[in-house]
Structures are given as C-alpha cells and as structure tokens.
C-alpha cells in the first residue's frame, strides 16, 4: 500500500472507503501541505486547521480528484484557494513577512555535520523570507516539494511560460541573497 501512487489511493478510498489508503495520503502530504499554506497565513495553528480543511474538501469538496493533474497538485491547488480565502475573510495580505517554519535535522548525522547543515538551511530559509511571495513560491513548489514546471502553474495558475521565467528570475534572486549574506558555494 505505501509504493501505491496517490491516485491509485484515493480512487480505493472513494470507491471502497479505505480508511487506511487515506491515512497514508495524510502521512505523505501533511507536513509539506502544512508548510506550504503557512506560507500564506504565516500561524501554524491556522495553517493546520486549514490543513485540516483540505484534506476534508478531498473528501466532501465540491468537486473530486478528476485526474487532469496529480493527486499533489490539486491537493496543493485547494489548500492555496482555502489559505486565500481565509486570508480575505480575515482581511489579512497573503506573504506577510514572517519566518518560515524549519525542522531540517537528520538524525544520522554527525554533530558537526548536523551544525552546518543547519547553518546553510538557516541562511536559506533566511534568502527565501526576503524574496517576494511569487519567488518564494515558485521555489518551495519546485524544489521542496518537487513539482514539475507544469505543476507549479496549475497551483500558481499561470501558463508554463510564465513558470518557467519566474522560477529563472527567482533562482536569480535567491543567489543574489544569498551572495549578499556571504553564503559559500561547495
């Protein structure tokens, strides 16, 4: 069950009420899906709610999984929509200027490895909060959370052009800051 694609579970989930084929799509995606929206709200108890409430809209939304995209995208897709408008109903700008959540530790390595590992994803998470919230989002999609160009666009709902020049324009821009705070290429 854990090698089966996202789709695969959620269409057993739908047709059979699969309890466990939705726990294992929650178990992948929360943390990710929770980052992502925090991103937008910038409270972790407002973004796990909202977390929360798109994993519901999988289930009782409006619309279901129609498979024109990946389990992820969509998923990624209404958590942005509900992050929005939680935003507007509580009249807050999306992207304010607060510091992005880091829990990058790898229990297997050495104390020293493990310092400067969490010093360049310090500097890092430091360059992404300066970016604006277009670079910084393009980013978190491409790289953390390892979408295509393809799918970034359909979260971010712009056209594969546009994609990929603002994923170019913000790599730019992370280097740039990056440079600016004297972090070393290896």
Known sequence: MQNETDEALYDRFLASRDEAAFRILVERHKESLLLFINGYVHN?????????????ETVAGPTLFSGRSS???W????????????????????MADKELDEDVSDPGKTPELQVITDERNRQLYMALKQLNSDYRQILILLYFEQMSHEEAGKVMGKNRRQIYH?????RA???EKLERMGFAYA
């Open 166 to 170: 603002l994923a170019e324009r913000s």
């Open 71 to 73: 389990f992820k995208t």
């Open 75 to 94: 998923l990624f897709s209404i958590g942005k929509n509900l992050a929005l408008m939680y935003l507007r109903k509580n009249r807050r700008l999306p």
């Open 44 to 56: 972790l108890d407002d973004a796990e709610e909202l977390m929360v409430d798109t994993f519901a």
């Open 173 to 175: 821009a992370l280097k």
